[in-house]
Protein backbone atom coordinates (compact mmCIF):
# COMPACT_ATOMS: atom_id res chain seq x y z
CA UNK A 1 0.00 0.00 0.00
CA UNK A 2 1.87 3.42 -1.51
CA UNK A 3 0.21 6.71 0.98
CA UNK A 4 1.21 10.19 1.00
CA UNK A 5 1.83 12.74 -1.46
CA UNK A 6 3.91 10.51 -3.92
CA UNK A 7 1.56 7.41 -3.80
CA UNK A 8 1.28 7.03 -7.44
CA UNK A 9 4.76 7.96 -8.56
CA UNK A 10 5.73 5.17 -5.72
CA UNK A 11 3.18 2.44 -6.65
CA UNK A 12 3.81 3.01 -10.25
CA UNK A 13 8.06 2.13 -9.37
CA UNK A 14 6.97 -0.43 -7.65
CA UNK A 15 5.32 -1.63 -10.93
CA UNK A 16 8.75 -1.03 -12.55
CA UNK A 17 10.56 -3.00 -10.11
CA UNK A 18 8.07 -5.58 -10.57
CA UNK A 19 8.68 -6.30 -14.19
CA UNK A 20 12.58 -5.87 -13.80
CA UNK A 21 11.47 -9.23 -11.74
CA UNK A 22 9.80 -10.92 -13.80
CA UNK A 23 11.67 -10.07 -16.65
CA UNK A 24 14.62 -11.56 -14.93
CA UNK A 25 12.95 -14.70 -13.97
CA UNK A 26 11.78 -15.45 -17.84
CA UNK A 27 15.18 -14.56 -19.03
CA UNK A 28 16.41 -17.37 -16.38
CA UNK A 29 13.41 -19.76 -17.95
CA UNK A 30 11.94 -19.63 -14.15
CA UNK A 31 7.95 -20.94 -14.62
CA UNK A 32 7.19 -19.16 -11.53
CA UNK A 33 3.62 -18.09 -10.10
CA UNK A 34 3.22 -14.51 -8.96
CA UNK A 35 0.85 -12.83 -7.15
CA UNK A 36 0.72 -8.90 -6.43
CA UNK A 37 -1.49 -6.74 -4.49
CA UNK A 38 -0.57 -2.80 -5.27
CA UNK A 39 -2.41 -0.24 -3.53
CA UNK A 40 -2.94 3.17 -3.28
CA UNK A 41 -4.73 5.25 -0.53
CA UNK A 42 -5.52 8.38 -2.56
CA UNK A 43 -7.60 11.07 -0.55
CA UNK A 44 -11.09 9.53 -0.13
CA UNK A 45 -10.66 6.27 -1.79
CA UNK A 46 -8.16 3.11 -2.10
CA UNK A 47 -7.40 1.41 -5.45
CA UNK A 48 -5.94 -2.16 -5.18
CA UNK A 49 -4.75 -3.70 -8.04
CA UNK A 50 -4.62 -7.32 -7.70
CA UNK A 51 -3.18 -10.03 -9.94
CA UNK A 52 -2.08 -13.90 -10.13
CA UNK A 53 -0.12 -14.87 -12.88
CA UNK A 54 2.56 -17.25 -14.45
CA UNK A 55 6.05 -14.63 -14.71
CA UNK A 56 6.18 -15.50 -18.39
CA UNK A 57 2.33 -14.75 -19.12
CA UNK A 58 2.63 -11.51 -16.70
CA UNK A 59 5.86 -10.49 -18.85
CA UNK A 60 5.16 -11.14 -22.42
CA UNK A 61 1.11 -10.22 -22.30
CA UNK A 62 0.63 -7.13 -20.22
CA UNK A 63 2.49 -3.95 -20.47
CA UNK A 64 3.69 -2.14 -17.34
CA UNK A 65 2.55 1.18 -18.92
CA UNK A 66 -0.96 -0.47 -18.90
CA UNK A 67 -0.95 -0.93 -15.05
CA UNK A 68 0.56 2.83 -13.93
CA UNK A 69 -2.16 3.91 -11.84
CA UNK A 70 -3.95 7.67 -12.89
CA UNK A 71 -4.56 10.37 -10.79
CA UNK A 72 -7.62 9.77 -9.02
CA UNK A 73 -10.24 11.87 -11.29
CA UNK A 74 -8.99 8.84 -13.88
CA UNK A 75 -9.38 5.86 -11.93
CA UNK A 76 -13.09 4.81 -13.46
CA UNK A 77 -11.78 4.55 -17.28
CA UNK A 78 -8.12 3.13 -15.61
CA UNK A 79 -10.49 0.73 -13.71
CA UNK A 80 -12.78 -0.52 -17.51
CA UNK A 81 -9.22 -0.33 -19.61
CA UNK A 82 -7.59 -2.70 -16.60
CA UNK A 83 -10.79 -4.72 -17.15
CA UNK A 84 -10.74 -4.52 -21.04
CA UNK A 85 -6.85 -5.49 -21.08
CA UNK A 86 -7.92 -8.38 -18.54
CA UNK A 87 -10.73 -10.38 -21.20
CA UNK A 88 -8.85 -9.96 -23.99
CA UNK A 89 -5.88 -12.03 -22.79
CA UNK A 90 -7.02 -14.00 -19.97
CA UNK A 91 -9.43 -16.84 -19.79
CA UNK A 92 -10.82 -14.94 -16.69
CA UNK A 93 -14.05 -16.84 -16.15
CA UNK A 94 -11.62 -20.15 -15.69
CA UNK A 95 -10.11 -18.14 -12.71
CA UNK A 96 -10.88 -20.07 -9.00
CA UNK A 97 -12.42 -18.39 -6.29
CA UNK A 98 -10.10 -20.08 -3.83
CA UNK A 99 -7.22 -18.16 -5.03
CA UNK A 100 -9.45 -14.55 -3.79
CA UNK A 101 -9.20 -13.92 -0.05
CA UNK A 102 -11.71 -11.63 1.46
CA UNK A 103 -10.75 -8.67 0.35
CA UNK A 104 -10.80 -9.46 -3.41
CA UNK A 105 -6.87 -10.00 -3.76
CA UNK A 106 -5.49 -12.58 -5.21
CA UNK A 107 -3.08 -14.98 -2.91
CA UNK A 108 -1.83 -18.37 -3.01
CA UNK A 109 -3.18 -20.60 0.33
CA UNK A 110 -0.61 -22.85 1.66
CA UNK A 111 -1.94 -25.50 4.23
CA UNK A 112 0.10 -26.91 7.16
CA UNK A 113 0.57 -30.78 6.89
CA UNK A 114 2.43 -30.92 10.34
CA UNK A 115 0.30 -33.31 11.63
CA UNK A 116 1.17 -35.73 8.02
CA UNK A 117 5.23 -34.91 9.23
CA UNK A 118 7.23 -37.34 11.02
CA UNK A 119 11.16 -35.82 11.99
CA UNK A 120 14.02 -38.44 12.52
CA UNK A 121 16.76 -37.35 14.78
CA UNK A 122 19.12 -37.05 12.26
CA UNK A 123 17.40 -34.27 10.70
CA UNK A 124 15.22 -36.12 8.20
CA UNK A 125 11.30 -36.75 7.87
CA UNK A 126 9.01 -39.20 6.64
CA UNK A 127 5.24 -37.80 4.83
CA UNK A 128 2.80 -40.58 6.69
CA UNK A 129 -0.43 -40.61 5.31
CA UNK A 130 -3.74 -42.91 5.70
CA UNK A 131 -4.75 -45.10 3.01
CA UNK A 132 -7.61 -43.27 2.15
CA UNK A 133 -4.94 -40.39 1.87
CA UNK A 134 -3.65 -42.78 -1.17
CA UNK A 135 -4.03 -40.23 -4.00
CA UNK A 136 -2.15 -37.31 -1.74
CA UNK A 137 0.94 -40.11 -1.86
CA UNK A 138 0.58 -41.36 -5.44
CA UNK A 139 0.91 -37.29 -6.22
CA UNK A 140 4.23 -36.78 -3.64
CA UNK A 141 5.46 -39.81 -5.31
CA UNK A 142 5.33 -38.74 -8.86
CA UNK A 143 6.37 -35.35 -8.32
CA UNK A 144 3.27 -33.23 -8.78
CA UNK A 145 3.01 -32.20 -5.51
CA UNK A 146 6.29 -31.18 -2.92
CA UNK A 147 6.36 -31.34 0.65
CA UNK A 148 8.12 -27.67 1.18
CA UNK A 149 9.55 -26.85 4.42
CA UNK A 150 8.71 -23.75 6.14
CA UNK A 151 11.30 -21.74 8.59
CA UNK A 152 11.81 -18.20 9.97
CA UNK A 153 15.47 -17.32 8.48
CA UNK A 154 17.10 -16.27 11.64
CA UNK A 155 20.39 -15.30 10.25
CA UNK A 156 21.31 -15.70 6.62
CA UNK A 157 25.21 -14.45 5.11
CA UNK A 158 25.18 -13.23 1.50
CA UNK A 159 27.98 -14.28 -1.04
CA UNK A 160 28.35 -11.18 -3.09
CA UNK A 161 29.22 -8.94 0.30
CA UNK A 162 29.58 -10.99 3.40
CA UNK A 163 26.86 -9.44 5.15
CA UNK A 164 23.68 -10.54 6.89
CA UNK A 165 21.36 -10.73 3.85
CA UNK A 166 18.70 -9.36 5.35
CA UNK A 167 20.54 -5.83 5.76
CA UNK A 168 22.77 -5.96 2.37
CA UNK A 169 21.83 -4.21 -0.73
CA UNK A 170 22.33 -7.25 -2.63
CA UNK A 171 19.52 -9.10 -4.47
CA UNK A 172 19.65 -13.40 -5.14
CA UNK A 173 16.84 -12.01 -7.59
CA UNK A 174 18.53 -9.07 -9.66
CA UNK A 175 22.52 -9.54 -9.05
CA UNK A 176 24.50 -12.40 -11.12
CA UNK A 177 26.09 -14.79 -8.84
CA UNK A 178 24.81 -13.50 -5.89
CA UNK A 179 23.29 -16.28 -2.88
CA UNK A 180 22.22 -16.21 0.43
CA UNK A 181 23.60 -19.20 2.90
CA UNK A 182 20.82 -19.13 5.40
CA UNK A 183 23.46 -19.49 8.98
CA UNK A 184 20.39 -20.08 11.82
CA UNK A 185 17.18 -20.75 10.77
CA UNK A 186 13.80 -22.36 13.02
CA UNK A 187 11.73 -24.76 11.54
CA UNK A 188 7.67 -23.78 11.36
CA UNK A 189 6.15 -26.56 9.54
CA UNK A 190 5.80 -27.82 6.27
CA UNK A 191 3.49 -27.07 3.74
CA UNK A 192 2.37 -29.23 -0.01
CA UNK A 193 2.91 -26.80 -3.15
CA UNK A 194 3.60 -27.49 -6.55
CA UNK A 195 6.99 -25.77 -6.67
CA UNK A 196 10.22 -26.19 -4.42
Partial sequence: MHRGDNAIALANKTIEYLYKLCELFYRKKEDRIITINIGIEY???IA???FISHIESMYLHYSKEAIKFPL???????CSNQYNILHKDYNIESLHDSFLNMQGQFQIRRY???DLIELH???TYSLKVKEDKKALLDAVVEGIVKVV???????SLCSSCNQEYIKCNCSVFLDENCSVEI???ELIGFVLSTRS
Fill in 43 to 45: ENQ
Fill in 48 to 50: IFS
Fill in 72 to 78: FENIGKW
Fill in 112 to 114: FIN
Fill in 121 to 123: NDG
Fill in 149 to 155: VVSIIKK
Fill in 183 to 185: KEN
